[in-house]
């Protein structure tokens, strides 16, 4: 069993940045990938980004490739992600989430999910 808790929400303003972090408690995440995903209000989860635990491998939907980077700290059992040049359509909650061996761009992938975080941003 893994427990995962996201932090670092906030308002912020447009072009501002944020950095998020998940993290992870009940066992390693060694051989697990980690997912963030997104979500607002009438609209379905949505994939964000991905990286796998061993090789650090990752994924980006399109629209935040470039602003934001997924990365994790081995010792800590701790995954970032990096949100610059934030826009408001960034605004949702954000879910981290795990338990899936390869890198998914699924919700239904990922056995173990956050609480979420806020992020509004402002224009």
């Known amino acids: 069993q893994v427990q995962l808790v996201e932090s670092g929400g906030g308002l912020v303003q447009a072009g501002g940045s944020l950095r998020l972090s998940c993290a992870a408690s009940?066992?390693?995440?060694?051989?697990?990938?980690v997912g963030w995903f997104r979500q607002s209000p009438g609209k379905e989860r949505e994939f964000v980004a991905t990286i796998s635990w061993s090789y650090g491998n990752t994924y980006y939907a399109g629209a935040v490739k470039g602003r934001f980077t997924i990365s994790r700290d081995i010792a800590k059992n701790t995954v970032y992600l990096q949100m610059n040049s934030l826009k408001p359509e960034d605004t949702a909650v954000y879910y981290c989430?795990?338990?899936?061996?390869?890198?998914?761009?699924?919700?239904?992938?990922?056995?173990?999910w956050g609480q979420g975080t806020q992020v509004t941003v402002s224009s």
């Open positions: 989430a795990t338990g899936n061996p390869f890198n998914s761009l699924l919700p239904a992938g990922y056995s173990y």
């Open positions: 009940g066992r390693t995440l060694s051989s697990y990938a």
